[in-house]
């Protein structure tokens, strides 16, 4: 999925300027290539931003850039956090939210007058976070999204004769900020403890745009809420959820609601009627005490079973995090933790380890109590390793934990087992499930490649055949009820296949 700020900074661009996005999950380039590109293009400001983890490639390609005499400015969490370790490889930052900030650099850049930090601040020099009721209109109708096409491409020719041709994963902001403090989370620190949202009809509008841009290309768009707590104030979201009904704007979504917001039926209800099919929980623990320990006590537990069974009745399945290496975790967590999962509806669970972003309170504390055993652990990244040691656990305990459960949870047989839970779900929701699984498989085995996926499908291939042949049984089912309701309405008998 690409990233929503290209895109809004994209929108907050000054008039006169042109812009070129390049998104490095989608089309990864060397730093020489990158050079290479922004020197053939003519480009006369870059700007990159980047996550924690990303940030030693960001800063790799900001020096290469700068070492070719291209000017450079970053912005995101990370810089925010660290702007002295950012600035000797750019040459300005952008601290926090850059809504209102970006324009100033480019009109600064554009006369020769960077600056070396820029921070949102009202003309009183207080600091001043954006108002999302002006929101900027993104283009999405003529904006280039190819290179976020999530269909492989020996397989959209094919599949454009069902109205795949092009699948995009967009996503949309209806709001920012946290309160709740969770102690490993940049969000509240970063975007601040006040929420902000935007108006439904903007919100409305920029779903209604994307989904006659899908019409048009033959394809299909799903968004992804990135509203960190997407249901944090549950009237202001039914009343979302219900002008998209009411506009019928409906798309399919994903969005991240936590747990202790979705015992509201109705509000279930309206997710459901809006297009919502995936709600990411961020669980992170079935231990109160862990889940007391970093500040996430509103998560229950107790209540998980009764949520994901709201969810699943309006086929509706959720991706649910966890979080190994916890101060309360000993060995044998992962095991704990799926015995568990596998009487809940299925979902797509996703594991990793805890780990110290700076400027948390947990990168704090960890400090303060000296168990940082890789302080700068962005600077020499490496995914799924820890950065502390765990009170109760070896560090190389909490590796040997994740992998289990990347290991058992994406298994062909468990696999297998999940998808006989959904066995009587629609054939759209029992082929999207599918592919999500083989896909999230990915986050924890690489499998970039051809090679990587034939050996994915050939390992899954009797979940596959079943679930291919269970569609292929409904289809024939319902063509055959169709045939049966005109014969019996004395109509021409039409058989019309609608769903595969
Ligand atoms: C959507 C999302 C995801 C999605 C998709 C990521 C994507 N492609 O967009 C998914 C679910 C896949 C995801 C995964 C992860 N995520 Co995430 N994610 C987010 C989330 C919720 C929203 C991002 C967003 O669009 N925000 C709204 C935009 C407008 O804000 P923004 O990106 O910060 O941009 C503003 C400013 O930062 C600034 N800015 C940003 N870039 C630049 C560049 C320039 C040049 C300038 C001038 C300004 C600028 O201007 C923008 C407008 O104000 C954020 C939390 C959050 N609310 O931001 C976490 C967040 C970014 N994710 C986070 C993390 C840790 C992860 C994971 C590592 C989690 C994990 N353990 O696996 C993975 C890593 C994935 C990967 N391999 O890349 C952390 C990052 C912390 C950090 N210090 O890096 C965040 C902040 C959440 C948190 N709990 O702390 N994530
Ligand atoms: S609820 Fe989510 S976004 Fe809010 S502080 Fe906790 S982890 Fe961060």
């Known amino acids: 999925m690409p990233h929503l700020w290209m895109f809004l900074l994209q929108a907050r661009t000054p008039p006169g300027h042109e812009v070129v996005l390049l998104d490095g999950n989608a089309k990864p380039m060397t730093d020489e290539e990158i050079v290479q590109f922004v020197k053939s293009e003519n480009i006369d400001l870059v700007g990159i931003g980047a996550m924690t983890r990303m940030i030693a490639r960001a800063y790799r390609a900001a020096d290469a850039l700068r070492?070719?005499?291209?000017?450079?400015?970053?912005?995101?969490?990370?810089?925010?956090?660290?702007?002295?370790?950012?600035?000797?490889?750019?040459?300005?930052?952008?601290?926090?939210?850059?809504?209102?900030?970006?324009p100033r650099m480019v009109n600064d850049a554009a006369h020769g007058q960077l600056k070396?930090?820029?921070?949102?601040?009202?003309?009183?020099?207080?600091?001043?976070?954006?108002?999302?009721?002006?929101?900027?209109?993104?283009?999405?109708?003529?904006?280039?999204?190819?290179?976020?096409?999530?269909?492989?491409?020996?397989?959209?020719?094919?599949?454009?004769?069902?109205?795949?041709?092009?699948?995009?994963?967009?996503?949309?902001?209806?709001?920012?900020?946290?309160?709740?403090?969770?102690?490993?989370?940049?969000?509240?620190?970063?975007?601040?403890?006040?929420?902000r949202f935007r108006s439904n009809e903007s919100v409305v509008d920029e779903m209604l745009r994307l989904k006659a841009r899908a019409k048009e290309n033959d394809g299909k768009v799903a968004i992804f809420f990135v509203d960190d707590n997407f249901a944090i104030n549950i009237?202001?979201?039914?009343?979302?959820?219900?002008?998209?009904?009411?506009?019928?704007?409906?798309?399919?979504?994903?969005?991240?609601?936590?747990?202790?917001?979705?015992?509201?039926?109705?509000?279930?209800?309206?997710?459901?009627?809006?297009?919502?099919?995936?709600?990411?929980?961020?669980?992170?623990?079935?231990?109160?005490?862990?889940l007391k320990d970093v500040n996430k006590s509103f998560n229950k537990p107790a209540d998980y079973h009764a949520v994901l069974d709201r969810l699943a009745k309006r086929n509706i399945y959720a991706i649910t995090s966890f979080i190994f290496g916890l101060d309360n975790d000993t060995p044998g967590v992962a095991e704990r933790t799926?015995?568990?999962?596998?009487?809940?509806?299925?979902?797509?669970?996703?594991?990793?380890?805890?780990?110290?972003?700076?400027?948390?309170?947990?990168?704090?504390?960890?400090?303060?109590?000296?168990?940082?055993?890789?302080?700068?652990?962005?600077?020499?990244?490496?995914?799924?390793?820890?950065?502390?040691?765990?009170?109760?656990?070896?560090?190389?305990?909490?590796?040997?934990?994740?992998?289990?459960?990347?290991?058992?949870?994406?298994?062909?047989?468990?696999?297998k087992?999940?998808?006989?839970?959904?066995?009587?779900?629609?054939?759209?929701?029992?082929?999207?499930?599918l592919v999500a699984r083989l896909c999230f498989r990915g986050i924890y085995f690489p499998q970039k490649g051809k090679m990587a996926w034939f050996k994915v499908l050939i390992e899954n291939r009797a979940v596959l055949y079943r679930v291919i042949a269970d569609c292929f049984?409904?289809?024939?089912?319902?063509?055959?009820?169709?045939?049966?309701?005109?014969?019996?309405?004395?109509?021409?008998?039409?058989?019309?296949p609608t769903v595969i």
């Open 473 to 496: 049984t409904n289809w024939r089912g319902k063509v055959a009820d169709d045939v049966r309701l005109d014969f019996d309405a004395g109509a021409r008998v039409v058989a019309k």
């Open 338 to 415: 799926l015995s568990q999962i596998r009487d809940w509806p299925p979902g797509l669970p996703v594991f990793g380890q805890i780990t110290p972003f700076p400027s948390t309170p947990l990168y704090t504390r960890l400090e303060k109590e000296g168990r940082l055993t890789r302080p700068t652990h962005w600077l020499d990244f490496a995914p799924f390793r820890m950065a502390h040691t765990p009170l109760k656990m070896t560090v190389p305990e909490v590796h040997t934990e994740v992998q289990y459960a990347w290991t058992n949870t994406y298994s062909p047989q468990n696999t």
């Open 235 to 290: 009237k202001r979201t039914k009343s979302l959820l219900k002008s998209i009904i009411a506009a019928k704007a409906q798309l399919a979504w994903v969005g991240q609601i936590s747990a202790n917001l979705l015992k509201d039926e109705e509000l279930v209800d309206l997710i459901a009627e809006s297009g919502g099919k995936w709600v990411f929980i961020g669980m992170e623990s079935l231990d109160p005490v862990n």
């Open 116 to 195: 070396k930090v820029y921070k949102p601040t009202d003309p009183f020099g207080q600091e001043k976070k954006p108002d999302l009721g002006e929101y900027p209109k993104i283009p999405w109708e003529s904006i280039d999204l190819n290179q976020f096409n999530q269909i492989p491409k020996m397989l959209r020719s094919t599949l454009k004769r069902y109205g795949f041709g092009q699948f995009h994963l967009i996503p949309i902001e209806s709001g920012r900020g946290c309160p709740y403090g969770c102690e490993f989370c940049t969000v509240t620190g970063f975007f601040g403890d006040s929420i």
């Open 417 to 433: 087992r999940a998808m006989s839970k959904i066995v009587d779900a629609p054939a759209p929701y029992k082929i999207s499930h």
């Open 67 to 102: 070492a070719a005499g291209v000017p450079v400015v970053m912005g995101g969490p990370h810089v925010t956090e660290l702007p002295d370790e950012a600035l000797p490889h750019c040459d300005a930052v952008a601290l926090g939210e850059a809504d209102d900030t970006w």
